[in-house]
């Protein structure tokens, strides 16, 4: 028996996220170039499942342009580092922001042109949870030895 049916477009829906502050984690930080050859810096963050709120496991996206210059909003990145637990006057690369548990903070505004409700990434706060994610016990693990090993 074989399967038959009509191909149709998928209907995507763009999903805001309501105004206010959610605890999410940094998937990502990474310095990138689009097809044009700007530069950009892109920060993912993902909506925690392991809290009580909205819009859980929603991906947020904040990208930071650089100006006519080549120039980045320094100070602004550095304020996510800052709230991804970097400590003020502290070296970092933007990897090391992977895995941070923070505040996001979304406003919205109404685009004029389109009329559509739009949300951004206002800024960061250090998150009022921290990590809940349990760490490994070393004693609970089971121990393998080589000789165990087929190959």
């Not at 309501?18 to 993912?44: K, T, W």
């Not at 922001?97 to 800024?123: N, P």
């Not at 994610?133 to 393998?144: H, M, R």
Request: aromatic share 10%; hydrophobic share 35%.
């Amino acid at each position: 028996m074989s399967f038959y049916g009509k191909a149709s477009k998928p209907k995507f829906e763009s999903k805001i996220i309501p105004a206010g502050d959610y605890e999410c984690r940094v998937v990502s930080a990474l310095e990138r170039v689009n097809d044009e050859g700007q530069a950009f810096i892109e920060f993912q963050f993902k909506v925690r499942d392991d809290v009580e709120q909205n819009c859980k496991g929603s991906i947020i996206k904040k990208r930071f342009k650089t100006d006519a210059n080549g120039n980045y909003k320094v100070n602004k990145i550095n304020e996510f580092a800052f709230a991804c637990g970097i400590e003020e006057g502290t070296d970092y690369q933007l990897e090391e922001l992977a895995g941070a548990c923070v505040i996001v903070h979304i406003s919205c505004f109404t685009d004029q042109d389109t009329g559509k409700k739009v949300g951004y990434v206002a800024y960061l706060n250090e998150s009022k949870v921290g990590d809940t994610a349990q760490p490994l016990d070393p004693d609970g693990l089971e121990s393998i030895s080589t000789d165990d090993i087929p190959f």
